[in-house]
């Protein structure tokens, strides 16, 4: 007899003996038992999912003369206020209920990762109630009894600093009812361009881990039945509230928006754009009135205005100053003078993650491979490099970085060029093994992460970056028409590096550029700001600043500041020292004019105090040091939430509550899961079963597995 016997890779034959086996009878049983759970899941998965023509009131869609709809009908309108590098926006959420039927609607909805919202109104007819800021539970205690007793309420809260949930108790039927929400922020000024963004939807998140079965689980499921198509895991926990469903069947009204932006730069501009969407422009003054030339747009993707300064005239230094409550706060921009490399640089040991999984299906991967694929084309002979791809599993090209020659770069073309997009977003062991080696002697380790970011674990990978990074700069590339920019910036600042967007494939080569000059060039550091007076400033560490970025610091003032204030700005670049220094008038003579200074402050300390939990600090003391703030600013964060209660009720007791969640539209672009789609209802034998059929899989395969290595 003759057999055909398989290299055996090295690193298993110094792999100890296998443990014991079960026995042939033991993996029949977990085998048969696989097959009778898939059929009942089969079973139940049919009768689970929603049939339109079967759709009724009660129902997450309702069949109307024009088609399907949501039970809630909704639609927004954002009112931009921008003035200099400041902007106010008030969004406006309108939902309709279409039913005969007395509804709670739950809305999970995106918003930019900075943020600084600062009040919420309820406006049911002519009449509007103003929000109070409350502690969390404090808060959803107010809102669930408000919603026992009938009375018509609206609760606020963060999910993620880029993920809110609004919640309406007691919509009546046929009613429509408003929810006004104010935040401010800062616009994005890079490479002397100015840009503002608003995210419309979101990419659905990916869910590790293990379903959790504990009893408050369950009690929070039965709580929350049908919000999310997700179920609580250990390693996401809260997955079941930021999981939103996506709308299966939209209709040109559905989940639309109505932008109008004003906006009064401060300085000439020689161009004002949208990035995706087509613009129509006024101007006023010294300012402008631009809207989208299409009145209502879908939220199918984020909304980008960028603008452009004349020639010279872009600014490269401004302060800016408010007085609120006998405070004075003020905001700091400094663009530092790029110099020249001084001497020859060092070589690079560049390491791609790039993401395959299923989010990244469509336009994404097309566009995740060509700015890879440009990536490479930018390494030198004297630099190393390496290729890791990932989904629900990872692999290098290489099993440690080698030198970029012309036979690694073809073999990383070719290897770039047959991925495809499928499968989960298991990001943590992709990170390990490209920050795990530190980078040979002599060279300077950059590790470009090219991904949607859409998984709902983003502090336990934040925790990874900051253990592991050591001397590599970590730069995070955001792909798509909706990605979580929350995990890309914040990963980018605990990984000292940068997060660039392309949010479309003809920007691939201009946005792959700026980020190529960007870790050519030598980097500002050891960036330190002194002023005339006391402050409290955030950040309180400066972090390095790359080609082109300016330098943001966000101050309180204490005691008072002198008529002709210097602030004096020193950092180090290419070797070399850099300062500038400001001389700038007392705080508080135009206080008038630069409304959301405070804010933006607070905001810039609680993300300050939430980075302390992802370095070690426990939660409990993060938690009272961000409520003292929170509160004491109006301001939404992770343990303050927003509440409105009208104080009469109107729903009558002997009429029941049906439970509406607002659909999400999904993506441009990409495709759903079919257990994204809402349904009548998500049966907890389903789940139970779903997740049985898992885990059994897995022991089968783990079984076959060790099979196929110890047997050929």
Not at 19 to 47: D, F, K, M, Q, Y
Request: glycine residues 6%.
């Amino acid at each position: 007899m003759c057999f055909n016997r398989r290299r055996i890779p090295k690193h298993l034959l110094l792999q100890p003996s296998p443990p014991h086996r079960p026995t042939r009878r033991i993996w029949t049983w977990v085998l048969g038992s696989l097959v009778v759970l898939l059929t009942i899941a089969a079973a139940e998965i049919a009768r689970a999912d929603v049939n339109p023509e079967e759709a009724s009131a009660g129902s997450l869609l309702v069949k109307t003369a024009s088609g399907y709809r949501a039970a809630l009908h909704h639609h927004s309108e954002a009112q931009v206020t921008i003035k200099g590098m400041l902007a106010r926006v008030v969004l406006r959420q309108t939902f309709e209920n279409v039913t005969d039927d007395w509804v709670e609607g739950v809305y999970v909805f995106p918003l930019p990762e900075d943020a600084a919202i600062n009040r919420m109104v309820l406006e049911i007819g002519e009449r509007r109630i103003v929000a109070d800021i409350k502690e969390k539970q404090e808060a959803q205690r107010i809102y669930d009894q408000a919603k026992r007793e009938g009375k018509r309420a609206a609760l606020t809260r963060q999910e993620r600093p880029n993920l809110f949930t609004q919640a309406i108790a007691n919509i009546g039927p046929k009613e429509k009812v408003i929810i006004e929400l104010q935040y401010h922020e800062l616009v994005t000024y890079r490479n002397q361009t100015f840009s503002w963004r608003l995210p419309t939807t979101l990419t659905p998140r990916y869910i590790p881990g293990v379903m959790k079965q504990d009893a408050d689980t369950q009690v929070s499921l039965e709580t929350n039945s049908g919000w999310g198509w997700a179920q609580p895991t250990d390693q996401v926990p809260d997955a079941h509230r930021i999981t939103p469903f996506v709308h299966p069947a939209p209709q040109p009204d559905t989940n639309n928006i109505a932008i109008n932006i004003s906006l009064d730069a401060g300085v000439p501009l020689a161009q004002i754009r949208g990035a995706y969407h087509e613009l129509s422009i006024y101007k006023l003054g010294n300012g402008h009135q631009i809207t989208p030339t299409q009145k209502h747009i879908p939220m199918d993707r984020d909304f980008e205005m960028q603008w452009h300064t004349v020639a010279g005239k872009a600014p490269d230094a401004a302060f800016f100053t408010e007085h609120i409550d006998g405070e004075d706060y003020a905001l700091l921009m400094v663009l530092p003078t790029q110099q020249e490399q001084a001497g020859a640089t060092l070589p690079r040991e560049v390491i791609f993650i790039i993401d395959t999984s299923g989010s990244m299906g469509g336009v994404s991967i097309e566009q995740a491979k060509a700015s890879l694929q440009l990536a490479l084309s930018r390494l030198a002979d004297k630099d190393r490099f390496n290729v890791i791809e990932f989904n629900s599993f990872h692999q290098a090209l290489f099993s440690r970085p080698v030198p970029a020659d012309a036979n690694a770069l073809q073999q990383a073309r070719s290897f770039v060029q047959r991925l495809n997009a499928d499968g989960g977003t298991e990001m943590a062991p992709a990170l390990d093994e490209a920050l795990r080696y530190p980078a040979a002697e002599g060279y300077l380790k950059q590790v470009i992460f090219i991904t949607d970011g859409s998984v709902g674990n983003e502090t336990s990978l934040f925790e990874l970056i900051h253990q592991q990074l050591g001397d590599a700069r970590l730069f995070t590339v955001g792909i798509g028409s909706a990605p979580n920019s929350y995990f890309m910036t914040k990963a980018a600042e605990f990984g000292r590096g940068t997060f660039t967007f392309i949010g479309a494939q003809t920007e691939v080569a201009e946005k792959m550029q700026s980020l190529f000059t960007k870790l050519e060039s030598p980097v500002m550091s050891d960036i330190e700001v002194n002023w005339p007076v006391p402050v409290e400033a955030w950040p309180a560490r400066i972090p390095d600043l790359y080609q082109g970025e300016p330098l943001l610091v966000s101050a309180k003032v204490s005691g008072t500041w002198p008529n002709r204030g210097v602030i004096d700005v020193r950092g180090q670049q290419a070797g070399k020292s850099w300062s500038r220094k400001l001389a700038v008038a007392n705080t508080s003579s135009d206080a008038a004019s630069h409304s959301g200074i405070g804010v933006r402050w607070a905001e810039q300390k609680i993300a300050a105090l939430l980075d302390e939990k992802v370095r070690g600090r426990p939660e409990a003391e993060v938690r009272d040091a961000v409520l003292e703030v929170a509160l004491q600013h109006q301001l939404m964060s992770p343990y303050t939430s927003f509440v409105a209660v009208e104080e009469t009720p109107s729903r009558p007791q002997d009429q029941a509550l049906e439970q509406a969640p607002v659909p999400n539209l999904l993506p441009q672009g990409q495709q759903a899961a079919p257990l994204m789609y809402p349904r009548t209802a998500t049966p907890l034998l389903l789940n139970w079963l779903l997740g049985s059929c898992a885990l059994l899989a897995l022991l089968a395969l783990r079984r076959f597995g060790s099979r196929e290595v110890h047997h050929d």
